[in-house]
């Protein structure tokens, strides 16, 4: 199979990530692949064999987006793809006017909880979508075709499971990118009011709202305390030297990072949030979003006992290869025999 995949921009998060480990799976797989985005560090990354387009595929320009549909229409017709992946919206709309143009299946990825408005409307018109977590499902009701299917993302194996931490200072980690939804605020305004001070906050991530947390940081006297890192590649190392992650998301389909915790056995303090129940039998452990008050309650009690959301279940969390299986013989391989059947 040749098939496209396209999302906003390679730079950091999820949808990124995950993009990452499908396309090298699929071209082991024996399949070609080429990726569609408006660039990023991450584009380093992608397995050689992996063809990556760069084109303005992020901008919210009708224009753009049609120039873009174009230029990628003409390339699936020249070079013969099968179909177009779009992860996100923006993208969607780019692959389904591409596919109009080519007659090509259409396939797109829901991994947020999307504003329910107009700018959904490509997502109806797929000719299959995927959805992240039954709570991405569930709130998109009626703006998915109906023939939509729950595969969560899956993830590599870590190389080593946490074996716990011998340093005397307990070290927080956080991983994400630095937006308003991923709720670091709630955890920094927190912070103050604990009463012990052995432990620091290691802040792995880029994002637009690092300035404005960090200047947080600094008025709240925590700049010793709590400790930017910019964007880093190994966070698996990050995860095995930390005592305990934690997830603060406001808003979530289904945080990588998260699960990436959970397969590799840290402690982790988690916001309660739909798809976050979905992974564990103890949703009563888990800390209201957004609270900063139970953020601090939480955050102590760890430093006191070590008490921490319980209950994850890592056999929830697919394998990159079980998810590529499912992917190809769920989606892929029906829509291209149903298309070759009407031509």
Not at 99 to 122: H, M
Not at 240 to 245: I, L, Q, V, Y
């Amino acid at each position: 199979m040749k098939i496209i995949h396209i999302l906003p921009g390679l730079i950091e998060g999820g949808v990124e990530r995950h993009v990452l480990m499908l396309s090298d799976q699929l071209v082991k797989n024996g399949h070609r692949v080429m990726v569609i985005s408006s660039g990023g560090k991450l584009v380093d990354e992608l397995n050689p064999k992996v063809d990556h387009w760069l084109l303005p595929v992020h901008r919210k320009d009708p224009v753009t987006a049609s120039v873009c549909a174009l230029k990628i229409s003409r390339k699936m017709r020249s070079e013969k793809w099968d179909l177009v992946h779009a992860h996100s919206r923006v993208p969607a709309w780019i692959a389904w006017w591409a596919s109009r143009l080519t007659k090509k299946p259409f396939v797109v990825t829901a991994n947020s909880l999307y504003s329910l408005n107009a700018g959904l409307f490509p997502f109806r018109k797929a000719d299959i979508a995927i959805c992240g977590s039954q709570s991405i499902q569930d709130h998109l009701e009626g703006y998915l075709p109906g023939n939509s299917k729950l595969i969560y993302n899956g993830l590599l194996p870590p190389d080593l499971k946490w074996a716990g931490v011998k340093e005397d200072k307990v070290r927080f980690l956080f991983i994400g990118r630095l937006t308003k939804l991923k709720g670091l605020r709630t955890v920094i305004e927190a912070l103050p009011g604990i009463k012990s001070q052995n432990w620091v906050l290691d802040v792995a991530g880029i994002g637009p709202q690092r300035e404005p947390l960090e200047k947080l940081v600094y008025e709240s006297g925590l700049s010793e305390k709590v400790l930017f890192h910019g964007f880093v590649e190994d966070t698996d190392l990050y995860m095995r030297k930390c005592s305990c992650f934690l997830f603060p998301s406001l808003s979530e389909g289904m945080g990588l990072t998260l699960m990436r915790a959970i397969q590799t056995g840290v402690p982790v303090i988690a916001s309660d949030l739909p798809p976050v129940r979905e992974l564990t039998d103890r949703p009563d452990t888990l800390v209201s979003a957004g609270n900063v008050e139970k953020w601090r309650v939480a955050l102590e009690d760890f430093l006191r006992n070590g008490k921490v959301s319980e209950g994850f279940k890592e056999e929830r969390i697919p394998s990159v290869t079980g998810m590529v299986e499912r992917v190809e013989s769920e989606i892929y391989l029906p829509l291209l025999r149903k298309n070759q059947q009407k031509i």
